[in-house]
Structure formats: structure tokens, C-alpha cells
């Protein structure tokens, strides 16, 4: 019965449902950019485009770590993940000019997580005319733009740093 909560048991029970099912475990995993919509890669972190966006420019940036989610971060990875942020708004601020943004991160299926086995910060540009924090995914006004050409665009943009 121990060993059934034993730390190595719950670390593989993590590691091996992950490949399969989360996005961004393929994404992480994958070294197709263009195909997964990844921006930009960190050592602790990465940052890809929304499939399903609130806005144009929408970006998720995780850990690539399975199965953890805000409170479970460490150290490097809560560091890497606010400069990532940082670094998307900069990079946001070039390409679209937002005229705002909302960070946040949505814990549990109830708060809207699509995949809430792998924690996530949101990044969604805002501008004066768009609709409110979580507009109807179907309003295809705020999305003029394809993800590969939006994707393309911000990891052209992406600040350099160091
Ligand atoms: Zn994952």
C-alpha cells in the first residue's frame, strides 16, 4: 500500500500519461514549430499560440514539465515563465499594438482550463473594440488573422535577450 503513494510512483504515473494527450507536451516534445504553434522556446519554459484564441495573438507559455500547475512550479520555471510573459507583451506591443492585456492562469475545468494536466499562463492582447476577458470563441471578428502568419510573425518579433 506504501508504495502506491511513493513520490517515483507518482512521477511516473505523470511522465508516462503525457506524450499522448496534452498538446503541449507534443509541442515541447516536437521540433516543428510551425506545425504546434510555438513562438518561442526557454530552458525551462516555452510559449505557443492558442488553437482556440480569445483574440488574435492570444499565447500560452508553460513549463515543460507535466503535471504541474501554479503551485507546483519551481523556482526556475516561475522565474522563466513571467520573463517569457514580459517578453510576449514586448513582443504583442511591436506586431499588433494592443492597447492592454490580460494575464491569468485558469485552474481546474471549471475555470475554463482545456487541459488542466499542465499548468499554463494565458496572454491575450486587448484592444478597445474587442469583446470582454473570454468573448464567444466563435466570433471570428477578433481573429483576422491565420495562426501560422500570427505565429511567424511574434517569433520575428520575439525580444533577444542575452
Ligand atoms: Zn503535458
Not at 506504501?2 to 515541447?28: H, I, N, T
Not at 516536437?30 to 510555438?38: N, P, R
Request: hydrophobic share 45%; glycine share 10%; proline share 6%.
Amino acid at each position: 500500500m506504501e508504495q502506491l503513494w511513493a513520490p517515483w510512483r507518482l512521477e511516473y504515473v505523470q511522465s508516462a500519461g503525457k506524450q499522448d494527450d496534452c498538446f503541449f507536451c507534443v509541442a515541447a516534445a516536437s521540433d516543428d514549430d510551425e506545425a504546434t504553434l510555438v513562438v518561442h522556446r526557454g530552458e525551462h519554459a516555452f510559449v505557443l499560440l492558442n488553437k482556440f484564441p480569445y483574440a488574435a495573438g492570444h499565447l500560452l507559455i508553460a513549463p515543460y514539465r507535466h503535471g504541474v500547475s501554479f503551485g507546483g512550479l519551481d523556482e526556475n520555471e516561475i522565474l522563466e515563465i513571467h520573463r517569457l510573459g514580459a517578453q510576449g507583451l514586448d513582443a504583442l506591443a511591436a506586431t499588433y499594438s494592443p492597447e492592454g492585456y490580460n494575464l491569468g492562469w485558469n485552474i481546474g475545468r471549471i475555470a475554463g482550463a482545456g487541459i488542466p494536466d499542465h499548468g499554463h499562463l494565458h496572454v491575450v492582447p486587448r484592444w478597445g473594440g474587442d469583446t470582454n476577458f473570454m468573448p464567444v470563441l466563435a466570433d471570428v471578428k477578433v481573429i483576422p488573422e491565420h495562426l501560422a502568419v500570427t505565429r511567424t510573425r511574434l517569433a520575428a518579433a520575439w525580444p533577444r535577450t542575452n
